[in-house]
């Protein structure tokens, strides 16, 4: 079973996805987010940190064992169990095909949706209607995969789950109103699934979704 | 030929913008 | 042994992973990528084809038994072999690691250099000066993980090495002239072990490196 810490700054949804597995797995993981174990922006910019994770990047994963690891999927997977990762090959390929899916699908534009009401980013009034169009674009592509399945592999949470569930989070917290994801009835029992189950709790906490679409927070 | 296919292919080439904002949102939110 | 094809267009970087695992697995892949048996622009736009893979983009793979993925990690992930997926726990989640590395860290500043070269996107000097800067980091990480390894996880070639290898090969054929790679010898050696072994070859050919670094092409 891996034990080990996982260096993070507080609410990095990347790091949900190895602290989600983790519940499922059992594997024992310190998360170390806050001074004096570590110090986003400063522990991350030593030389001893970038030794071990030469991006600089959090999440991080540093096993008891000294095993080191970055790429918050890569830790997801190695921190989950064979049920989360696929215990079939053709599971197995499926769940790193959606773990991709969400990456280089849904985070470009929840990023640029959701970043603008964070504060984190200028709004830009042609960047979010396309993000808008291109969020509506996925939710119906989930929507149609899951009229018939309740997860995304098989008949049970995988890795799939989390990592989309994850990538979808903050879109369904800030921006995703009722009216926007009514269309998307089985994405939304989806989800509503996964952000239920005891792993996904223990670490998301209760999660609320939106009820008032956020506009840009200027 | 290829080349024109690659055109299509949707690369988030700004991808360093938004990484840099979270970074220094979350780095700020951290004090 | 997976057995299927794998529909693309030709010259496609992503197509290559999966081609490259192939040939170490021995799994048997037709490719189509040209008319009559794939239309890239038409074929992947019919709602047959959309049914079998939603987001209608390829590479896109389906085997002799009616088993379909898609997303270019996956597939290659799908078609390799044991040993290129990582033997061990550690080293599978090493293997995914460099494989969320490539797609997130090496493809968009290589595309932002690369794509005005190609004349495929119009040239923006910051971009390019930036994305530049961005490469030199991403290669200078990958010489200082090389210095005392062969390759990118483990002893022998790994999905790892097949994943960053491609995700930098318009790099080091169109803009990674001598003089801007001379500082990364231990990159340099990787990748040319790489491209020279028997499994990469047979499906890039010989690949002609970089000797003077390519200008936008108005």
């Known amino acids: ?218 | 030929m290829s080349a024109e296919h690659l055109a299509e292919e949707n690369i988030w080439f700004d991808k360093y913008r938004y990484d840099d904002a979270e970074r220094r949102y979350y780095e700020q939110m951290n004090g």
């Open chain 1, 1 to 218: 079973m891996a034990a080990g810490t996982l260096y993070t700054y507080p609410e990095n949804w990347r790091a949900f996805k190895a602290l989600i597995a983790a519940q499922y797995s059992g594997a024992k993981v310190q998360v170390a987010s806050s001074p004096p174990q570590f110090h986003f922006g400063q522990t991350n910019k030593t030389p001893d940190f970038l030794k071990k994770f030469p991006l600089g990047k959090v999440p991080a994963f540093q096993g008891d064992d000294g095993f080191c690891l970055f790429e918050s999927n890569a830790i997801a997977h190695y921190l989950g169990s064979d049920a989360l990762r696929g215990s079939s090959k053709e599971a197995a390929a499926q769940v790193l095909q959606w773990m991709s899916f969400a990456d280089s699908e849904i985070v470009p534009p929840a990023s640029a949706w959701v970043f603008p009401t964070l504060g984190i980013m200028q709004y830009n009034k042609q960047a979010t209607e396309l993000a808008k169009e291109e969020v509506r674009r996925l939710l119906e592509l989930l929507n149609e995969h899951l009229k018939s399945r309740t997860f995304l592999v098989g008949e049970r949470v995988s890795l799939a789950d989390i990592s989309v569930a994850c990538a979808l989070l903050w879109l369904y917290k800030q921006v995703l109103e009722p009216a926007f994801r009514q269309p998307f009835p089985n994405t939304n029992r989806w989800f509503s699934t996964c952000i239920n189950q005891p792993q996904f709790r223990a670490v998301l906490g209760e999660v609320r979704l939106c009820e008032k679409m956020a506009q840009f927070d200027a």
